[in-house]
């Protein structure tokens, strides 16, 4: 079974621009999180999707969003890109929402804002 | 608010030295408990997991986790490492009630190197 897939692996932007991160999922899998990786803050939540609705939201300001599709895959975009916003962005499926199910993540996207 | 906190930032082993990484936790609640790995060049993997019951749980490569709920702690250990152990290790914490399943509260996480 392929695992979860992230694209693109890397990308450069400039500050003020936005930028839109992709997900695939495990084939089955139909919740998605996503979680950004940083030397200072570590790993943190950003939010959660099931069935194209966002059940969960970390502490992140507005410019950060997401959405879900029907076939389960997901976009998170973020505007007016920050300095600050330089950071691994990791996704991870799972197959649904209760402690039965395990959270497989994907090897990120790296993110560098100029 | 939940939080997790890793004891140890670096940790040197020789090969076949024991190994103990510390994890303390914040929550009022109960909770699901995790340890991942990273290995250089490769995605974040669960190493094992506690959910209830049997409070050490052992996982994959050998590794096993205490949960003492008095101590709000969950040990990682591992009797004897191997230069394959080298990688980053990261706590993590759900609280039931907080949320979501899926929500993960990460440590700062816990570089390992293991020298030959």
């Known amino acids: 079974k392929a695992g979860v897939t992230q694209t693109p692996r890397y990308l450069i932007k400039t500050r003020g621009q936005q930028v839109t991160l992709s997900c695939s999922p495990i084939s089955g899998h139909r919740s998605v999180s996503w979680y950004q990786q940083t030397p200072g803050q570590g790993l943190q939540f950003l939010f959660e999707y099931f069935s194209e609705t966002q059940r969960n939201k970390g502490n992140f300001p507005g410019r950060f969003s997401g959405r879900q599709f029907s076939n389960s895959r997901s976009e998170m975009n973020v505007s007016t890109l920050e300095l600050g916003d330089s950071a691994l962005y990791l996704c991870a499926s799972s197959f649904g929402t209760s402690d039965a199910y395990e959270q497989y993540f994907g090897p990120g996207t790296r993110l560098t804002v100029t | 608010a939940q939080s997790v906190s890793q004891h140890n930032h670096h940790v040197i082993l020789s090969e076949a030295a024991s190994l103990e990484l510390g994890c303390n936790y914040s929550y009022g609640g109960t909770v699901n408990l995790f340890w991942y790995v990273q290995y250089p060049g490769q995605h974040l993997q669960l190493l094992l997991k506690?959910?209830?019951?049997?409070?050490l749980v052992k996982g994959i490569k050998g590794f096993e986790a205490e949960f003492i709920k008095s101590k709000f702690s969950f040990n990682l250990r591992k009797p004897s490492v191997q230069w394959s152990d080298t990688a980053e290790y990261f706590c993590a914490v759900n609280g039931r009630g907080s949320g979501g399943y899926n929500k993960l509260i990460f440590g700062a996480g816990t570089r390992l190197a293991v020298h030959p």
């Open positions: 506690y959910f209830s019951g049997d409070p």
